[in-house]
């Protein structure tokens, strides 16, 4: 019997081979999304899962707060003195833990050679233990344990030394300090949160920095503090001791310091609070300031997620239409079979299987098909997934129940409905299928395919809108044509000197040193006291972002002044006395007006001073943020980057100049530039990601609805074969026929237009409140996406509709 | 063999109620060969269908071999049904995607034979349709004569106890039509029951007796050869 069944399904196949393709194309198309899809959800998932005893492995974080309450910078990282004093005050709960510090673009001297590297990292010895490290080569107990320890990745190794036997070598650091190898690790999974390629050990440090500081210094968050709790303990268990802990360890920090405690009376866990994290939650869950590196998003896996589940419904709803529609083609057959005694199960079961058929033949075909987009998948969403179909266990049984759902999804309807069948009214009459209650299913699910294709097609709009809005809005600074060059404390230290070297090449119009600029991120700020009439030193209640830089900063990033004067060199005080803030800082002091800001005196951190201007608000930040209250601090020593204002005219000329007195400034420091715009650019790449890949699916989405509607309009075409004959004989134009044929599809896509807006409007209505800056939806769009899929309907309808009206009535009459 | 009582067949639309069939009551006798006749429109095919248990009657009641049929769900009946009967219709309704051997395996299949004797049967059959040299062809290769001998081949390869024929010969010219008409005769000569619906009065006589149809009732019976019973 099965033979029979799978004989007549092939034979079936063959022999409307338009049909089938149709129908294998769009399943295996859409199989392959999904495939596509899972595996990119699967490596999303994977993150950080790969650590023993992961469910016991927690990261450490810290907010402030506002007087009112709201937060105002959360960090991934927390202060030195945290981590010991937690595993002192509880040590019941804490089983270990670990600080991390990250050193950016570090010299690594090997004999003659310098490589610069942005992964440094120097943690204490326990790092490895807790993150589970895989040593080649040393001793996981103490490679990390001893001062001037280096452990290397095995990539790193590679790529300095070409081999992973290097034990008891030595590196420079910096021109500093001579590092030893003391071990070589596997590289971190690409699947971590923390991709480290180099190891320092922790204890190098103190000699750097001090003793005191990893004791005493509550204001520089900037470890990574990770603690695994004892086996089976949750994290709420320590979780609920920080408010306690904050209080405690703060006050006592305050009073060794002979610092005041907060006079407005607040407690200290009612300004700033400590946060405990599941490492295996960070990729996804975590979206903090300062985190180690970009994180993924759970929504987008939502959203990746519901793509391929609509898309997949897209391709099944073709597969349940089309063999709908040409049941006509199969009623003799059903009946036939239903005569000799099958019953309804019998016939519902042939056609579940001829739709597991196809699938399979889908899937095969969607194997294909990933094997070949694989390449090109991994360079747009920039991962290196791999899929082994038939040796990866999960893959293949995933592969094969997702072949039995879509041929349950796809096939249940029509051998529901095919089933249905009176033998008799088959049998006897030419059984017009296509009308009543199957048509109206048709047709709902027509509005279905058409509604999803519209409303991806729309959100793709909105998104490109908003990116295009991120990138040409007037930001309020100059962004074209400023060259950003990495500073260190060498090049500080001689900044006026390399600043005027530069100076000499008539492209360059001005150079300026600074800790932040435009597109960086505002993480430092400092208290702010103010000393009222009274003489009475009064908290302000919000956080004042502190930019730091020398003279020339206005200038180069063309900031505009509203009220008083701008730093300049005639005034020697401006370094230790002055005080430049933005408009929404005078709004947040509460003072009346720009000028009446001018002349007022607070201390900013152990600065007491005048503000002299006001700078003009910009968006200092990426737009994803609103302005926040600024002070520009004049501070010739904070020198992290170099910005350079040129003219942009024959730029390789420029750029070797620079090159030139670059290398005569700091020699064995390779040069490497970046532009502002691109650096700009570079915040919005989540966003752009967003609007290509909704751009990808909504394509594929239309043409899969464009291949079902293409089938289906086949059909209409050939039921009406006899009318259509008919209607030519009574006069009918070819164009008349070509209208009737068209026009219900049409309705349809213009049905599905009315049911996408709405929710398109809304889904995109909220993405657009992440931003504080946002475009206002364009109804264009909406028209737009509408009128291009009926556009493409009736492209794809009409050639359908002509083929038959062009057909000699004669003939088709004859048919019957 | 098969007995009715009062069978009455009702079509109901939402506007109006057509009586398709009018207290019917009849008997046949095994190995009979019984033909139907009447105007287009009077019941012949609904009464052929309800026999053939492919659709139920509204009221009355239909007893085959002493059960009766009307209290059966569908699944019963279909189980009866491949069984004990084979049908004949007049468009012959051939599967177009199955060659002359696997239409007439068709119903062997839902038999549940084995392969082997599938294949002897299907084979005695085509040899007796003398169709037996076309046997790897699909329908549409053949004329009109040759597909109705697989459908007939088809009905009788399962050894029904009885034929229902839906006027077999309506699609063929009258060479073809004969040709039919003797397979039939000497089928019902081996002991097949035989029930034929035809439009022709000369067909009608190949039968022992013909009924009469009108309007759903039953209006006379012709006895053609009472000795033949």
């Known amino acids: 019997m099965f033979g029979n069944y799978l004989k007549v399904a092939l034979r079936n196949l063959i022999k409307n081979k338009a049909y089938s393709l149709i129908n294998i194309l769009g399943l295996a198309l859409g199989i392959a999304c999904v495939i596509l899809i899972l595996l990119y959800v699967r490596d999303e998932l994977s993150y950080d899962r790969f650590q023993p005893d992961n469910e016991q492995l927690y990261r450490i974080s810290r907010s402030w707060l506002n007087e009112d309450g709201q937060t105002s910078l959360h960090l991934a990282r927390v202060a030195p003195p945290i981590l010991p004093l937690l595993m002192q005050d509880y040590p019941n709960i804490i089983d270990k833990g670990a600080r991390v510090i990250q050193d950016r673009e570090v010299r690594l001297k090997i004999g003659d050679r310098t490589f610069i590297e942005d992964r440094l990292f120097w943690a204490e010895n326990s790092f490895s233990d807790i993150f589970g490290i895989k040593f080649i080569q040393g001793d996981p107990q103490t490679a990390l344990s001893e001062p001037n320890c280096l452990v290397l990745t095995q990539a790193i190794a590679q790529k300095i030394f070409g081999s992973a036997d290097i034990l008891g070598k030595t590196i420079n650091y910096n021109g500093e300090?001579?590092?030893?190898?003391?071990?070589?690790?596997?590289?971190?999974?690409?699947?971590?949160?923390?991709?480290?390629?180099?190891?320092?050990?922790?204890?190098?440090?103190?000699?750097?920095?001090?003793?005191?500081?990893?004791?005493?210094?509550?204001?520089?968050?900037?470890?990574?503090?990770?603690?695994?709790?004892?086996?089976?303990?949750?994290?709420?268990?320590?979780?609920?001791?920080?408010?306690?802990?904050?209080?405690?360890?703060?006050?006592?920090?305050?009073?060794?310091?002979?610092?005041?405690?907060?006079?407005?009376?607040?407690?200290?866990?009612?300004?700033?609070?400590?946060?405990?994290?599941?490492?295996?939650?960070?990729?996804?869950?975590?979206?903090?300031?300062?985190?180690?590196?970009?994180?993924?998003?759970?929504?987008?896996?939502?959203?990746?997620?519901?793509?391929?589940?609509?898309?997949?419904?897209?391709?099944?709803?073709?597969?349940?239409?089309?063999?709908?529609?040409?049941?006509?083609?199969?009623?003799?057959?059903?009946?036939?079979?239903?005569?000799?005694?099958?019953?309804?199960?019998?016939?519902?079961?042939?056609?579940?299987?001829?739709?597991?058929?196809?699938?399979?033949?889908?899937?095969?075909?969607?194997?294909?098909?990933?094997?070949?987009?694989?390449?090109?998948?991994?360079?747009?969403?920039?991962?290196?997934?791999?899929?082994?179909?038939?040796?990866?266990?999960?893959?293949?049984?995933?592969?094969?129940?997702?072949?039995?759902?879509?041929?349950?999804?796809?096939?249940?309807?029509?051998?529901?409905?095919?089933?249905?069948?009176?033998?008799?009214?088959?049998?006897?009459?030419?059984?017009?299928?296509?009308?009543?209650?199957?048509?109206?299913?048709?047709?709902?699910?027509?509005?279905?395919?058409?509604?999803?294709?519209?409303?991806?097609?729309?959100?793709?709009?909105?998104?490109?809108?908003?990116?295009?809005?991120?990138?040409?809005?007037?930001?309020?600074?100059?962004?074209?044509?400023?060259?950003?060059?990495?500073?260190?404390?060498?090049?500080?230290?001689?900044?006026?000197?390399?600043?005027?070297?530069?100076?000499?090449?008539?492209?360059?119009?001005?150079?300026?040193?600074?800790?932040?600029?435009?597109?960086?991120?505002?993480?430092?700020?400092?208290?702010?006291?103010?000393?009222?009439?009274?003489?009475?030193?009064?908290?302000?209640?919000?956080?004042?972002?502190?930019?730091?830089?020398?003279?020339?900063?206005?200038?180069?990033?063309?900031?505009?002044?509203?009220?008083?004067?701008?730093?300049?060199?005639?005034?020697?005080?401006?370094?230790?006395?002055?005080?430049?803030?933005?408009?929404?800082?005078?709004?947040?002091?509460?003072?009346?007006?720009?000028?009446?800001?001018?002349?007022?005196?607070?201390?900013?951190?152990?600065?007491?001073?005048?503000?002299?201007?006001?700078?003009?608000?910009?968006?200092?930040?990426?737009l994803h943020n609103k302005v926040d209250p600024i002070i520009f601090l004049l501070n010739q020593e904070a020198i992290q980057t170099f910005a350079v204002n040129i003219s942009g005219q024959d730029l390789p000329a420029t750029l070797r100049f620079i090159e030139d007195k670059w290398g005569s400034f700091v020699g064995d420091f390779p040069f490497t530039y970046t532009f502002l715009d691109q650096e700009w650019n570079d915040l919005y790449l989540a966003e752009i990601k967003l609007g290509e890949i909704f751009g990808l699916f909504s394509v594929l989405a239309v043409i899969i609805a464009c291949l079902g509607l293409f089938g289906l309009a086949a059909f209409a075409a050939e039921q009406r074969t006899k009318e259509i004959g008919i209607r030519k004989v009574m006069g009918a134009s070819i164009g008349d026929i070509v209208k009737m044929l068209s026009v219900e599809f049409l309705g349809l896509v213009l049905l599905a237009n009315v049911l996408a807006w709405p929710v398109a409007w809304y889904v995109m209505d909220r993405w657009l409140g992440n931003f504080a800056y946002r475009i206002s939806i364009n109804p264009v769009l909406f028209v737009g996406a509408g009128f291009a899929a009926l556009l493409i309907a009736l492209f794809t309808v009409s050639y359908q509709s002509y083929r038959a009206a062009i057909a000699n009535p004669v003939v088709s009459l004859r048919y019957e | 063999m098969i007995k009715t009582i009062n069978l009455k067949k009702l079509y109901i639309t939402e506007e109006i109620e057509t009586t398709a069939l009018n207290n019917i009551s009849l008997e046949i006798q095994q190995g009979e060969f019984v033909s139907i006749m009447g105007p287009s429109g009077c019941g012949k095919s609904t009464l052929l269908n309800i026999l053939g248990m492919l659709d139920s009657p509204s009221a009355g009641a239909y007893l085959f071999e002493g059960e009766d049929i009307s209290r059966m769900n569908e699944r019963q009946r279909a189980a009866l049904r491949k069984k004990n009967i084979g049908f004949v219709f007049q468009s012959f309704n051939l599967i177009d995607e199955l060659t002359v051997f696997e239409n007439v395996e068709l119903p062997l299949l839902y038999l549940g034979l084995s392969p082997r004797e599938r294949q002897e049967r299907v084979e005695d059959i085509l040899k007796q349709m003398e169709i037996i040299h076309r046997r790897k062809h699909y329908p549409q290769q053949l004329s009109g004569g040759q597909q109705q001998r697989v459908a007939v081949g088809r009905a009788l390869v399962s050894q029904p106890k009885v034929i229902f024929a839906d006027e077999p010969t309506g699609n063929l010219d009258s060479a073809h039509g004969d040709e039919v008409m003797r397979l039939l005769t000497s089928l019902n000569k081996k002991g097949t029951t035989i029930v034929m619906v035809t439009h022709s009065p000369m067909y009608a006589e190949y039968g022992h007796r013909t009924i009469h149809l009108f309007d759903g009732q039953m209006v006379g019976v012709n006895v053609q050869d009472a000795l033949k019973i």
């Open chain 1, 177 to 622: 300090l001579d590092l030893k190898i003391t071990g070589v690790v596997q590289d971190p999974p690409v699947n971590s949160h923390f991709r480290y390629g180099v190891l320092g050990s922790f204890k190098s440090l103190i000699p750097m920095l001090g003793e005191s500081y990893f004791r005493t210094n509550w204001g520089s968050n900037n470890f990574l503090t990770y603690v695994k709790l004892h086996p089976n303990l949750p994290g709420s268990l320590l979780r609920e001791r920080f408010p306690e802990f904050l209080d405690k360890q703060l006050t006592a920090a305050a009073i060794a310091a002979g610092r005041e405690i907060d006079p407005s009376g607040r407690k200290p866990h009612q300004s700033n609070l400590l946060h405990l994290m599941p490492v295996a939650d960070i990729h996804l869950h975590s979206h903090l300031n300062s985190e180690v590196s970009a994180n993924g998003d759970i929504t987008n896996i939502y959203l990746f997620a519901i793509i391929a589940f609509f898309i997949l419904l897209i391709a099944c709803i073709n597969f349940m239409n089309l063999a709908t529609a040409r049941s006509a083609k199969r009623a003799r057959e059903i009946g036939m079979r239903k005569v000799m005694g099958a019953t309804r199960g019998n016939v519902a079961l042939q056609f579940l299987g001829e739709s597991l058929l196809i699938t399979t033949m889908a899937a095969l075909l969607s194997i294909a098909m990933v094997e070949m987009l694989l390449p090109w998948f991994n360079s747009f969403i920039g991962k290196e997934l791999r899929i082994a179909f038939f040796s990866d266990p999960v893959i293949l049984v995933g592969l094969l129940l997702l072949i039995v759902l879509v041929a349950l999804l796809a096939g249940s309807y029509p051998a529901f409905f095919l089933s249905g069948f009176r033998p008799l009214s088959i049998l006897k009459q030419n059984t017009r299928t296509g009308s009543g209650g199957t048509a109206l299913f048709r047709r709902i699910l027509v509005v279905m395919q058409f509604t999803v294709s519209i409303a991806l097609l729309i959100c793709m709009g909105v998104v490109y809108q908003q990116v295009r809005f991120f990138q040409t809005r007037d930001l309020g600074f100059r962004k074209e044509n400023v060259l950003l060059l990495p500073g260190n404390e060498d090049l500080a230290a001689r900044s006026e000197a390399f600043k005027n070297a530069l100076m000499e090449h008539p492209a360059v119009n001005s150079v300026s040193g600074a800790r932040l600029i435009p597109s960086d991120n505002l993480l430092n700020s400092w208290g702010v006291q103010i000393t009222d009439e009274k003489g009475e030193r009064i908290r302000t209640g919000f956080r004042l972002a502190v930019v730091e830089h020398d003279w020339d900063y206005f200038r180069t990033f063309g900031l505009k002044l509203v009220a008083g004067r701008g730093y300049s060199r005639d005034h020697p005080a401006d370094d230790s006395a002055s005080f430049i803030i933005n408009e929404t800082a005078v709004r947040a002091f509460g003072w009346a007006g720009n000028r009446e800001a001018i002349g007022k005196k607070f201390q900013y951190g152990p600065r007491h001073g005048t503000v002299i201007g006001v700078a003009a608000d910009f968006n200092f930040e990426s």
